[in-house]
């Protein structure tokens, strides 16, 4: 049975609250129409703020396109997440002063540290700080500040002033999208603007982030990266995303 377009597009926007994210060949088979009308749907969707574009596909938004909540990120792409952060946990050398941004996937990396890293961690993230607070192996500098609820980390003046007084062998930042140009996505400037205050305190630096958030721009609010920064994603993320951010001469990580 044929439905119509604006049907289909309800139920586009469904599948992808319930399932977390639809590609446009599984939606392109579901609903028997061409990739090509399903782009359309998506570019439709999108504009009218219901979806968020991927790579490929889509993904829900929040009610209202509002930012979600950490709880609600914790609870998305565990599998992706945990390779990430094994992968970056394995670059970590013994002794070193490492910074980590707040996220669902950088808190993933924290978990990781509570087994055998030996170092100094200093960190904006309430979340970072309960997964090491009870790891006396592991130094912890907690970077205090105003507090943001929805990525239950901290920013503004207070915490960027306690990192001006800092350096760091490497920085782990999360990110609401990134960009092959260079640029994390998020959905204040507050974030941008202590995102790339840590970037300029770190020798190196990582994104960590799965595949539903390449080319994601949901909101924004941008942060700009320096010259040979490292993007650390999982086996999710498809080759045309991985192809773009490759061509723009970024060093590209794809986590097993």
Known sequence: MTISASERRRDIVELAHTSGLASVDDLSRRFDVTPSTIRRDLAQLT?????????????????????????????????????????????????????????????????????????????????????????????????????????QGFVGPLTEASLERMTFDRVFLGADGVLASGHVVEA???????????????????????????????????AALPAGWTLVTDDTATADALAEFAAAGVEVVVAD
Do not use: N
């Not at 574009?53 to 929040?62: K, S």
């Not at 995102?195 to 994601?216: I, N």
């Open 188 to 222: 204040d400037l507050a974030q941008t603007r202590l995102k790339e205050l840590m970037c300029r305190q770190s020798e190196r630096v990582y994104v960590l982030a799965d595949g539903s958030k390449l080319g994601r721009a949901t909101f924004h609010a941008r």
């Open 47 to 151: 504009a009218r703020g219901e979806i968020a574009r991927t790579y490929g596909g889509a993904m829900a938004l929040g009610p209202s396109g509002a930012e979600p909540s950490f709880r609600q990120r914790t609870g998305e792409a565990g599998v992706a997440k945990s390779s990430i952060a094994r992968w970056a946990r394995r670059q970590l050398v013994d002794g070193e002063t490492i910074l980590l941004d707040a996220g669902s996937t950088v808190s993933a990396l924290a978990r990781e540290l509570r087994h055998g890293f030996t170092g100094t961690v200093a960190t904006t993230s309430i979340a970072v700080v309960q997964q090491l607070a009870e790891t006396d192996r592991v130094h912890v500098e907690c970077l205090g500040g105003t507090l943001r609820v929805a990525s």
